[in-house]
């Protein structure tokens, strides 16, 4: 079954520490991966995806297809970095729907 | 910029009423999806169409319809309002062409079913 898990629905982080929300997909083919973020008040916008391989406001993620995950890592968290962040697969297939993670709430702790 | 307009940022309707909620978007988009966002189950799809006039039921589809008449309009209807419709609604659409095209949002729509 194609799924994409989040594990942790909240993640608090200080400011100036690491960060790394998690996210592990189960698809059988070769999906495209996305996150998205929504920052308070602002509407769900596309933060990076994985063919790109850019680092979008410091975060990366790279795409692991051993372990099936794309985790988003940012060495130094910033305050404004609080948002709500979801992981999302693309399918190849046109036919297969896009899927989306629960999300995980990035709280960053001054 | 991509604008993907939803007709309202609120809205409060009574149970068993019908219900439209209405999106525009402005880049000439084949693809359409409607959300809805709920604490802790992230986002649940309803409803997406690829073409003017088709449209294909996504996880959630009961208690709801869509309508797709001109390419830059998908509008969400909920038949008979009940109160577990109360959400966040998102509408969102996307480039045809290759199914792995980013997604463009609207703000959302909080509806309250009273």
């Known amino acids: 079954a194609q799924r994409v898990t989040q594990p942790e629905k909240l993640l608090s982080v200080f400011k100036g520490a690491p960060v790394e929300l998690k996210c592990n997909y189960s698809y059988s083919g070769s999906p495209e991966l996305f996150w998205y973020v929504q920052y308070s008040r602002q509407r769900l916008q596309l933060l990076l995806r994985?063919?790109s391989r850019e680092s979008i406001k410091g975060f990366t993620a790279d795409l692991n297809k051993g372990e099936t995950s794309f985790h988003l890592k940012k060495p130094f968290a910033q305050e404004e970095d609080s948002a709500m962040y979801y992981c999302a697969l693309s399918p190849m297939n046109r036919d297969d729907k896009i899927i989306f993670g629960k999300g995980t709430r990035l709280h960053i702790l001054p | 910029d991509v604008k993907v307009t939803q007709s309202s940022r609120y809205l409060v309707k009574r149970t068993g009423e019908k219900v439209f909620l209405e999106c525009v978007q402005d880049?000439?988009?084949?693809?359409m999806f409607w959300y809805r966002q709920d604490p802790g189950l992230g986002l649940r799809l309803i409803y997406f169409s690829y073409d003017v006039k088709m449209k294909e039921k996504g996880d959630i589809p009961e208690g709801y319809s869509v309508s797709r008449e001109k390419k830059e309009r998908f509008s969400l209807i909920l038949e008979s309002a009940s109160t577990n419709q109360t959400s966040m609604y998102l509408c969102a659409s996307s480039k045809q062409g290759r199914s792995n095209q980013p997604q463009h949002f609207g703000d959302g729509t909080r509806l309250s079913i009273l």
């Open positions: 994985h063919i």
């Open positions: 880049m000439d988009h084949e693809n």
